[in-house]
């Protein structure tokens, strides 16, 4: 106990939420306690609440985490030089996250909060959503980019096309997460050969006609 008194608050942090993350993928969050978390974090269940007040805190955190990657992934394919590589690297970014964290990658697709006028919400909820705000602000600055470029179609409604391009990129990778037998057995293709499809398909539906 004298080591750990000696060690940075974020540390201690730090060792719950990986031991507390580990569970929430294998149990979910409902089906796991804060007792379970202490135990597999090696802490008394008194010792976790001076560092986190309940285990909705920790999916916070982990959530804003895992966003905070996603975020340096699309800002990092827009350094690419064509919009079709830009693309490219979006689809390639959206697929490693859902590998790195399969779990909060369900999470993100999900209901978010974006009411912040009460005073009930978690601090780290509302800079998930913020994140969340900058990668949409990445999307956009691609399809307008784009555009300009005449790769893309002049006539695209950009808010509704950044929408609706997360909804179907996301839902393409989660099919073939769940589909991946029946695809390889029915189509004839690994994941990454029907994302690739899938991926060219949907770049097509917003390319410029001319493209």
Avoid at 18 to 26: I, W
Avoid at 31 to 47: R, V
Avoid at 71 to 90: M, P, V
Avoid at 124 to 152: A, M, P, V
Wanted: contains cysteine; negative net charge; hydrophobic residues 40%.
């Amino acid at each position: 106990m004298a080591r750990r008194k000696k060690e940075p608050k974020s540390v201690h942090r730090e060792k719950i939420a990986s031991a507390a993350s580990v569970l929430f993928m294998e149990r979910g969050i409902a089906a796991t306690s804060m007792d379970d978390i202490a135990k597999a974090a090696g802490y008394s269940k008194a010792t976790l609440y001076v560092y986190f007040e309940n285990k909705e805190e920790i999916a916070g955190i982990l959530v804003l985490d895992s966003m905070k990657k996603l975020y340096h992934y699309i800002a990092s394919a827009l350094e690419q030089q064509t919009t079709k590589e830009q693309y490219n690297f979006i689809c390639r970014g959206l697929v490693q996250y859902q590998e790195e964290f399969p779990f909060y990658f369900k999470m993100v697709l999900d209901k978010i909060n974006i009411d912040f006028e009460r005073h009930d919400y978690l601090p780290e909820e509302k800079e998930t959503y913020q994140i969340g705000e900058e990668i949409n602000e990445k999307i956009k600055e691609f399809l307008i980019s784009g555009i300009d470029k005449g790769d893309l179609r002049s006539n695209l409604k950009i808010m509704p096309t950044v929408f609706g391009f997360w909804g179907m990129l996301s839902g393409l990778i989660q099919l073939a997460e769940n589909k991946e037998e029946y695809i390889k057995k029915a189509m004839g293709l690994s994941k990454v050969q029907f994302l690739e499809h899938g991926f060219h398909m949907l770049y097509c539906s917003i390319a410029d006609s001319g493209e």
